[in-house]
């Protein structure tokens, strides 16, 4: 089974940065798709960013221009540096990993971590 941990959320101003990390671990995995997803409360789980295979990346146009996500995939991480942030930024963002793990697929998901846009 493969386990995701995400860190770096936190409460920033508007027009501030915050950088979300997320790490898998398990036995013998290998990840092809990582994303990013959020949840506003009262509202349902959006798509923020992808990166699949650790190139190709995907971004809901709410976000595009203002977060980058990146993968290092020795170290199965993915990074999602989020800059000019909104008030409407404000949710709970989780990570997502796809991948085989002992010829198995899974889809795992990460806690969340809280990220709070607000002056």
């Known amino acids: 089974q493969v386990q995701l941990v995400e860190s770096g959320g936190g409460l920033v101003q508007p027009g501030g940065s915050l950088r979300l990390s997320c790490v898998a671990s398990?036995?013998?995995?290998?990840?092809?798709?990582m994303g990013w997803y959020r949840q506003a409360p009262g509202k349902q789980r959006e798509l923020v960013a992808t990166?699949?295979?650790?190139?190709?990346?995907d971004y809901a146009d709410s976000v595009k221009g203002r977060f980058t996500i990146s993968r290092d995939g020795a170290k199965n991480t993915v990074n999602l540096q989020m800059n000019s942030l909104k008030p409407e930024d404000t949710a709970i963002y989780y990570c997502?990993?796809?991948?085989?793990?002992?010829?198995?697929?899974?889809?795992?998901w990460g806690q969340g971590t809280q990220v709070t846009v607000s002056s």
């Open positions: 997502n990993a796809l991948g085989r793990s002992n010829y198995t697929r899974f889809n795992s």
């Open positions: 398990g036995r013998s995995f290998s990840i092809y798709h």
């Open positions: 990166i699949v295979r650790g190139t190709s990346v």
